[in-house]
């Protein structure tokens, strides 16, 4: 089983839990979870009869950047041969995590079937992430 995704848009990390000082309980800041629904809003769009996948998975990531506007035409010519990385936020880290809570219980069943990961980060003209989750 494969689920393959091109989501446009800028991409957003998982940022960390926050603290409701009145309450004393942690939530999860709006931002992160509005781009969870929306990654998950796109796979369901795309996959609508989906089924979470039972076994181990594999999951490659490609999270592409917008180019800085101040860049010059022979540096983004570089960018987008790939030669130059985006070296700036969010963490790789943290794109895996936000990635695997979106599709947790969707893609597939649990997060903890991913035993493979590929993730990089690239800079394209025009921001999106690209993902490929299947079984193996």
Known sequence: MKYELEILGEIAGKARPRMNIRTGKAYTPTNTKNYEY????FFIKEYPDFKPIETR?????IAYF??????SKK????????????TKKPDIDNIIK???D?????????DTQV??????????EIP???LKIEDY
């Open 75 to 86: 540096k983004e010519a570089e960018m987008l041969a790939n030669n130059i990385s985006p």
């Open 128 to 130: 999106k992430i690209y």
């Open 57 to 61: 998975v594999n999951i490659k990531i």
């Open 38 to 41: 929306y990654l998950r809003q």
């Open 66 to 71: 917008n180019i800085p506007k101040s860049t």
């Open 115 to 124: 035993t493979k990961i590929e993730v990089e980060k690239k800079y394209a």
């Open 98 to 100: 936000i990635v695997l």
């Open 102 to 110: 979106a599709m947790n219980k969707f893609a597939f069943k649990d």
